[in-house]
């Protein structure tokens, strides 16, 4: 009987699971968390693709793939992790098995905001100045010497979850009044510093245009595979992004930097082969690194790539995983957004109605990812909650990006009691 040939997926999540067993059939093995499983309205995968653990013991998670690959007769061909939760337990699974992989250390340097500026500072890569702090005291402290304003968020944790703009005094004891509440409620914050009280981060405000984008790392060289823009939701807490828009690459002078600087804060991370996902500022400065992790772009971006280029991210991850080349990137111009659909007060889910956008030529992908009884808590007590879908659509050429991404919001109507 011959043995199969399967590239571990770490940790991701149901939806991404159904996507992939679509797109590359009989490819992958999952590793999932048991308690995703069991509350996913997904299909779940055949017995044989999938293994059902807690990824914080990862002990049981060797012994569980391992067995699982001797009574199916699989063999990994390689590791792919979509999710910044469960990179640590990728890295230490493919160390365990052989697979190439960043190692744990460059994952550890990505997911402490401390340490990347540390490093980043060190190798001579733009980023905020920083500082950690404990107080709304030190926090204003800070501030004041750098002439602020700042930015006050955890020093774990994806997104703008806990994330403040802070200009005064006062906006330094609200964001840490909040911030120490929330870890009384779930501490440890992220694994953030143990029972103890954390200590939050610092960061000077970089004033520009922020930017996101998916890049390749390989044999000394950066290839950059995705390109965005954020548009902010200037209604919301600061640092929500309303909607990616695919975008020109910047100035030439800018773009061909981008390749030797994206190189550059990867190396200075211990990242010498993976593909990756940054933010950062572009400003009269240049490039400002903000963050940086060994996974591809998440949210509504794998959507956004595939409704307008045609181009299936999760599968080009599988590919890379394998050693295979990439042999299909999206085109280097394009026009797109993907619209995050947020929810406009807390409550109970009734009903959210999108008739009104059938018609619309303009709409490649439109998914409400929320059920009728779903509860909805509003940040800062809840920052997943609230997201309830994404609309795909090509805006038109001569107007303004965020006025129709209000204007298509406008027109989704939610019933929340």
């Known amino acids: 009987m011959a043995t199969e040939s399967r590239v571990l997926v770490v940790g991701t999540t149901p939806d991404y699971i159904d996507w992939i067993r679509n797109s590359s059939p009989e490819s992958a093995l999952f590793l999932t968390e048991e308690r995703l499983r069991r509350t996913s309205s997904d299909p779940a995968p055949e017995p044989g693709e999938e293994v059902l653990c807690s990824l914080e013991d990862t002990n049981t998670a060797r012994w569980l793939v391992r067995e699982h690959l001797r009574r199916w007769r699989m063999k990994l061909s390689g590791i792919v992790c979509y999710d910044c939760e469960s990179l640590p337990a990728a890295a230490d699974l493919a160390s365990e098995f052989e697979l190439p992989f960043p190692p744990a250390e460059a994952i550890n340097n990505c997911r402490s905001k401390y340490d990347s500026k540390v490093l980043w500072k060190k190798y001579g890569v733009s980023c905020p100045d920083y500082r950690m702090i404990s107080s709304a005291e030190e926090a204003w402290a800070f501030i004041e ?10 020093v774990y944790g994806s997104g703008s979850e806990l994330t403040f703009h802070c200009r005064s005094r006062e906006d330094c004891r609200r964001a840490v009044d909040h911030f120490y509440d929330r870890h009384q409620h779930t501490a440890p914050v992220n694994g953030l510093n143990g029972p103890e009280k954390p200590l939050m981060l610092a960061e000077s405000w970089i004033s520009g245009k922020e930017y996101s984008c ?3 790392i390989e044999d000394g060289r950066a290839e950059v595979l995705r390109f965005t823009a954020k548009i902010s939701a200037p209604s919301a ?5 309303l909607g990616y828009a695919i975008v020109p690459p910047p100035p030439d002078t800018v773009a061909f930097c981008l390749r030797d600087e994206l ?3 990867a190396g200075a991370l211990g990242i010498k082969r993976a593909i990756c996902m940054t933010d950062f500022m572009i400003g009269d400065s240049g490039i400002c690194f903000l963050e940086m992790t060994p996974r591809l772009g998440g949210d509504c971006l794998p959507h956004l790539v595939r409704s ?3 181009v299936d991210m999760l599968a080009l991850a599988m590919d890379f995983a394998r050693g295979r080349g990439i042999s299909q990137t999206p085109p280097g111009s394009s ?6 659909i947020f929810a406009e007060k807390g409550g109970v889910l009734r009903n959210v109605a999108t008739s009104s956008l059938e018609n619309d030529p303009r709409i490649l992908d439109l998914k409400v990812t929320r ?6 808590t509003l940040p800062p007590h809840d920052y997943d909650s609230w997201l309830l879908g994404y609309v795909i659509f090509i805006p038109d050429e001569d107007g303004d ?7 298509i919001r406008e027109s989704i109507q939610t019933e929340i009691s």
Do not use: M, S, W
Request: some cysteine.
């Open 401 to 407: 990006r965020e006025r129709q991404c209000f204007a």
């Open 214 to 216: 998916d890049f390749l």
């Open 237 to 241: 807490p600061f640092g929500t992004t």
């Open 371 to 376: 059920k009728a009884g779903h509860k909805i």
């Open 263 to 265: 190189l550059k804060a």
């Open 145 to 154: 010497e750098n002439n602020g304003p700042g930015v006050l968020k955890p």
């Open 308 to 310: 307008v280029y045609g």
């Open 335 to 340: 026009r797109g957004i993907g619209l995050r």
